[in-house]
């Protein structure tokens, strides 16, 4: 029979796995699980592990699945963490956006190198060996609501698998978790909620076993100024109030220079066995056509059992290449052909441009990226910069499709007048109001047929309202 003679990594691996559980809980064996309870990702971890708010990566389909539903192109990530002598945790995710909503897919491995095993005659017996596994399969979508105080939300649920094992003793079960993300009116600042195991299942070493512990988490994160910038700032806070024990507390800071760079601290007060300070930073690699590719690492430590290093990976698919979008222009948005022998300018299409940089944010995840970028390549007037715009109205995300507007707005040839006229008759009830307006700012007498057409057929006041408006703008024809 074996008995408690184990190595001192097998220890440390047991209170890595329990400490907080059993710091927080009524009891002994009131949660399974607790595994899940360790933050993955290099970035989250050095911002304490506030997440709930920010949740713009692969890595929301643990933290918040709500966020998926912000992602606009495929990424993928990996993380590993050093986490304690012979202990390692992994952790790999991919985002893959959809018409019908993103999906995300999460694979959280926590494992410990053989040990020696010794009876109650502290004989050695052969070894052990034991893992914890949660494979997540997540989705998260959004709508636009039209309110001034909340113009948009995010949703998204997250179901996984759990699986533990010790030495020949097997144990698992299923958890689902689920999240919310508010976006209001004020720019950059969201608001966020989750549910981590809302519904779960016994997981029985023994007989009886126990659930994973329910955590409900609230969150509010805040980004000063843009990627685009030379210096960008986002601070993030969550409360989590977790069923084993009191709430406690989570914050982090990152600091971008040049979209490049970026520097992180937090803080989580959680448990006795982190000393609750974790630091970290990471790198931006920008590729060709907007491909991204990312290096993180954090810095943790604690009380008594040593340094705790985490090193993660991410990269950002692009979501349209540089070259024209294969195909005709999308129906709601025509655009005049383009003969086949004119050339896209030169200097737009240098490899590794601030033009292809600039399309790398046109197609950001960031309202205010994909904004600065698009009114950068307006200035360039040129018809590759016009079918991007055109793709973007097709989009399935709604800052996409206002970015483009924005840019179209600003262009001064007739092809993205005609693309503006083409959009008064989009599906997207605020394209229509922002295309009816951005006629109206270019002024030029020739689109008041289409914007009177426009009129006759629309149901929604406020995009009548612009419609009018725009009308107003344009000049008086002079009588013959």
């Given at each position: 029979m074996r008995a408690g003679s184990l190595r001192v990594q097998f220890i440390g691996f047991i209170l890595c796995l329990t400490a907080p559980a059993a710091a927080f809980a009524s009891g002994p064996g009131t949660s399974a699980a607790n595994f899940m309870k360790i933050p993955v990702g290099a970035r989250e971890t050095s911002l304490g592990g506030a997440f709930t708010a920010v949740a713009d990566n692969a890595d929301a389909v643990f933290y918040n699945p709500a966020g998926l539903g912000l992602l606009a192109v495929p990424e993928i990530s990996y993380a590993y963490n050093n986490y304690l002598s012979g202990v390692s945790q992994q952790w790999v995710a991919a985002a893959y956006p959809a018409a019908f909503g993103t999906l995300g897919l999460g694979v959280n491995y926590l494992g410990v190198k053989a040990f020696e095993s010794y009876d109650n005659s502290d004989r050695r017996t052969g070894s052990v060996s034991a893992y914890d596994l949660a494979a997540y399969l997540g989705w998260g979508d959004g709508l636009e609501t039209n309110n001034k105080f909340l113009p948009?939300?995010?949703?998204?649920?997250?179901?996984?698998?759990?699986?533990?094992?010790?030495?020949?003793?097997?144990?698992?079960?299923?958890?689902?978790?689920?999240?919310?993300l508010l976006l209001p009116a004020v720019k950059n600042l969201r608001f966020g909620l989750g549910a981590e195991n809302l519904a779960a299942s016994r997981l029985s070493f023994i007989s009886g076993g126990a659930r994973p512990a329910m955590k409900v988490k609230t969150g509010v994160s805040y980004r000063l100024g843009s990627a685009l910038r030379p210096v960008a700032a986002l601070v993030s806070l969550d409360l989590n109030f977790p069923q084993d024990g009191p709430r406690y507390l989570s914050a982090g800071i990152e600091t971008t220079l040049y979209g490049a760079l970026a520097l992180r601290a937090g803080y989580s007060s959680f448990g006795d066995i982190?000393?609750?300070?974790?630091?970290?930073?990471?790198?931006g690699l920008p590729s060709r056509g907007g491909r991204e590719l990312r290096l993180d690492y954090s810095y943790g430590a604690t009380y008594d059992l040593g340094s705790v290093h985490k090193f993660g990976l991410a990269y950002k698919f692009a979501a349209f290449s540089a070259a024209p979008?294969?195909?005709?222009?999308?129906?709601?948005?025509?655009?005049?052909?383009?003969?086949?022998?004119?050339?896209?300018?030169?200097?737009?299409?240098?490899?590794?441009?601030?033009?292809?940089?600039?399309?790398?944010?046109l197609y950001s995840d960031s309202p205010d990226d994909s904004r600065a970028a698009a009114e950068y390549l307006a200035g360039l007037d040129s018809p590759l910069v016009l079918e991007h715009f055109i793709a973007l109205l097709s989009s399935g995300k709604a800052w996409w499709k206002q970015?483009?507007?924005?840019?179209?707005?600003?262009?001064?040839?007739?092809?993205?007048?005609?693309?503006?006229?083409g959009a008064l008759t989009h599906e997207d009830q605020e394209v229509r109001r922002q295309a009816a307006l951005a006629i109206g700012s270019r002024g030029e007498a020739g689109s008041a047929a289409a914007l009177q057409n426009a009129l006759k057929g629309e149901e929604s006041d406020s995009v009548k309202s612009a419609i009018i408006e725009a009308l107003g703008k344009l000049p008086v024809p002079a009588e013959e």
């Open positions: 948009s939300v995010r949703y998204g649920a997250t179901v996984k698998f759990i699986s533990e094992k010790l030495d020949s003793s097997e144990a698992s079960g299923y958890g689902l978790d689920a999240g919310l982190s000393n609750g300070v974790s630091f970290g930073l990471g790198l979008p294969a195909g005709p222009p999308p129906a709601a948005a025509p655009v005049p052909a383009r003969p086949a022998a004119q050339p896209a300018p030169e200097p737009v299409m240098k490899a590794d441009s601030e033009f292809e940089r600039q399309v790398a944010w970015a483009a507007v924005r840019g179209l707005a600003l262009m001064k040839d007739g092809s993205s007048l005609k693309v503006l006229e």
